[in-house]
């Protein structure tokens, strides 16, 4: 089993920034890869960030690329979403989410074995 714990959220003004961090516990080693996912109100869990445990491959999302930037610490088992220029559109809950699987269609959340209990972003206009 791993265990997911995100923070960082919380509400912001449009062009603020915010980082979100997910602390994993548990069986960690069994995670190959880390995503980032986010709900809106109405709307389908949308991918949003990942990245491999053991460094090199990371993938965004276009709505965020260039403005949200996921990075890793692996002495402390967390993964980091650092997110600039936001926006009024990324206001959603914030899922950090682990799989076992390599590499490969990363923006499935169905492809992902956990997930945290999630961090709500608001971003006001």
């Known amino acids: 089993q791993v265990q997911l714990v995100e923070s960082g959220g919380g509400l912001v003004q449009a062009g603020g920034s915010l980082r979100l961090s997910c602390a994993a516990s548990?069986?960690?080693?069994?995670?190959?890869?880390m995503g980032w996912f986010r709900q809106a109100p109405g709307k389908e869990r949308e991918f949003v960030a990942a990245l491999v445990w053991s460094g090199g491959s990371m993938l965004y999302a276009d709505s965020v690329k260039g403005r949200f930037t996921i990075s890793r610490d692996n002495a402390k088992n967390t993964v980091y979403l650092q997110m600039n220029s936001l926006k009024p559109e990324d206001t959603a809950v914030y899922y950090c989410a682990a799989r076992y699987a390599a590499w490969g269609s990363n923006g499935d959340p169905r492809n992902y074995n956990y997930w945290g209990q999630g961090t709500q972003v608001t971003v006001s206009s």
């Open positions: 548990g069986r960690t080693l069994s995670s190959n890869v």
